[in-house]
């Protein structure tokens, strides 16, 4: 199984202040994502990459960046934080090139107060 | 009109029933159909895959794909109390920039 790493796995923050959400994995793949998940809408693509310094955005990037300086980090920035984006984020990494199967992590939970 | 819909249930069934959960979608591109299991407070896990139309099994599920109808199921035989989770259907194409669509999930219990 590809190892991804979420960090931090629960954070509670206030409105405006920026937040920093890390996904590490162990297994070179190439293709990572950003996910959030909320009650009545499943799960939405915010960011994927597809290499080191090659992103791209998902049907609901607004409010977050992404970075991948190296090939095992993928970082989602919050730059100011919204109540809107109390969520449940994953990151994800394309285990099926040709098939599209993703791997998920384990999750972390964001609540903006 | 979201492009894949799913029942969100709950839904809740005895120990040995037959449970079917259900995905429409209505992008005829889609090629590959997944599903995938979460339990709570866990990352959702490749449950099932298949490859255009038909039939696949593994052990007590079958997962079906009807294109014609823009219609997949997913089938739990002799369902189990490990089997609660929330269901979510997920789809692509070749072509598609590697990114899945999903359906909202559907909750299932099961209860002794």
């Known amino acids: 199984d590809a190892g991804i790493t979420q960090s931090p796995r629960h954070k509670v923050t206030e409105t405006g202040t920026p937040v920093t959400l890390r996904c590490h994995q162990t297994e070179n793949h190439r293709y990572m994502y950003w996910y959030r998940q909320d009650p009545g809408h499943g799960l939405r693509l915010i960011h994927y990459?597809?290499?080191?310094?090659?992103?791209d955005k998902g049907e609901v990037s607004d409010g977050y960046s992404v970075s991948r300086s190296k090939t095992e980090d993928f970082l989602l920035t919050l730059e100011s934080a919204t109540s809107s984006q109390t969520s449940v984020y994953f990151c994800?990494?394309?285990?099926?090139?040709?098939?599209?199967?993703?791997?998920f992590g384990e999750g972390s939970r964001l609540t903006v107060l | 009109q979201k492009e894949v819909e799913q029942d969100p249930g709950p839904l809740s069934v005895p120990e040995g029933a037959i449970v079917s959960l259900n995905c429409t979608y209505s992008?005829?591109?889609?090629?590959?159909f997944m599903w995938y299991r979460q339990y709570s407070r866990k990352g959702p896990e490749l449950l099932m895959y298949?490859?255009?139309?038909g039939n696949k099994e593994d052990g007590r599920f079958t997962a079906q794909v009807d294109k014609s109808s823009k219609y997949i199921s997913l089938f739990i035989r002799d369902s189990q109390p490990s089997d609660s989770a929330t269901y979510l259907c997920a789809m692509t194409f070749t072509g598609g920039g590697n990114k899945l669509t999903f359906g909202t999930g559907t909750q299932l219990k099961v209860e002794l």
């Open positions: 994800a990494i394309l285990a099926g090139v040709y098939t599209g199967e993703l791997f």
């Open positions: 992008n005829s591109a889609f090629q590959y």
């Open positions: 990459s597809y290499g080191v310094k090659d992103t």
């Open positions: 298949t490859y255009s139309s």
